[in-house]
């Protein structure tokens, strides 16, 4: 997908607010002093930022991706968060296998490559530590409205990798979910839209009004990842009720859905694809939902 040079609309600063607090949660007990994120970024604005709260903590982030601007962009975010030093930009096209990372994230990033198996089984081949693999929740009823406004283009939350039925037994071939949770749960569906407008304009052809959050790697807002800081945009963010970390509304209003796994290593070995008799049973995580 071509690269995206700037964050635009209320739904991306949201949706970076959401996943860095999920992030703040997930690895909270769990010492990392490395990361891994990429190559494939399905997020909506400029790639390859979502670590930054665990380069913050003093992890060494590693950011691979195949496309050099996307790299020298992620450099100057981070340069502009004081956080250049403990960044590692990678140019690569598949993730590292000569080496494992205390965590790995992955963003939307399986309706981007060829086999999305095989991708996968690569991402849990480089986890020392835990995976957060991240994905469109396509039963969100701004999916759902999504579907009805377009023709025939096929969004992210089409692709089959997205559907737990699916990639929960996949997943489990290799890891054990530690838990699954919706996440970015805005009652305003703004991300299947054009970046800075909202889905209820578009719906209905209306124009915009009002001033967009828009920046690009000189002008990231850095209080993003300080949950102590303030800018015009996080305070904004306020306005706007959230159903953030509430599971019974989060399959409805959750734009993504996120996955906590730990490798087995026994399944990894040589990537081997197990006979049926060798998989065992999916767990049932905390805070599933069907």
């Not at 991306?12 to 769990?30: H, I, M, N, S």
């Amino acid at each position: 997908m071509p690269l995206v040079e700037r964050d635009a609309g209320l739904g991306t600063l949201y949706e970076r607010r959401a996943v860095y607090r999920l992030l703040d949660d997930w690895t909270a007990g769990r010492p990392a002093s490395t990361a891994l994120e990429g190559p494939h970024d399905g997020v909506a604005g400029m790639p390859g930022l979502h670590l930054l709260p665990l380069a913050r903590r003093g992890a060494r982030v590693t950011v691979c991706h195949p496309e050099p601007r996307a790299l020298e962009q992620a450099a100057r975010v981070y340069d502009r968060c004081g956080l250049l030093g403990r960044l590692e930009a990678v140019r690569a096209d598949a993730p590292p296998r000569d080496r494992t990372f205390d965590v790995v994230l992955s963003f939307n990033a399986l309706p981007l490559v060829d086999d999305w198996r095989r991708y996968l089984a690569d991402l849990m081949a480089c986890t020392g530590g835990v995976l957060v693999l991240v994905v469109t929740n396509p039963f969100s009823y701004g999916a759902l409205l999504a579907r009805l406004r377009r023709r025939s283009r096929r969004e992210l939350f089409d692709h089959p990798a997205t559907r737990p039925a699916l990639l929960l037994p996949e997943l489990t071939r290799h890891a054990r979910v530690l838990e699954r949770r919706h996440v970015d749960c805005p009652w305003w569906p703004d991300l299947f839209v054009p970046a800075g407008e909202s889905l209820l304009g578009a719906l209905l052809g209306l124009p915009h009004h009002g001033a967009r959050p828009s920046y690009d790697a000189e002008s990231f807002p850095s209080a993003l990842i300080d949950p102590r800081a303030s800018t015009e945009w996080t305070r904004r963010l306020r306005w706007h009720p959230s159903l953030e970390g509430r599971p019974a509304w989060g399959r409805l209003f959750g734009h993504h859905l996120a996955y906590l796994a730990r490798p087995d290593r026994r399944e990894l070995v040589g990537h081997a694809d197990p006979s049926p008799t060798q998989r065992k049973p999916a767990p049932t995580p905390r805070n599933s939902t069907p």
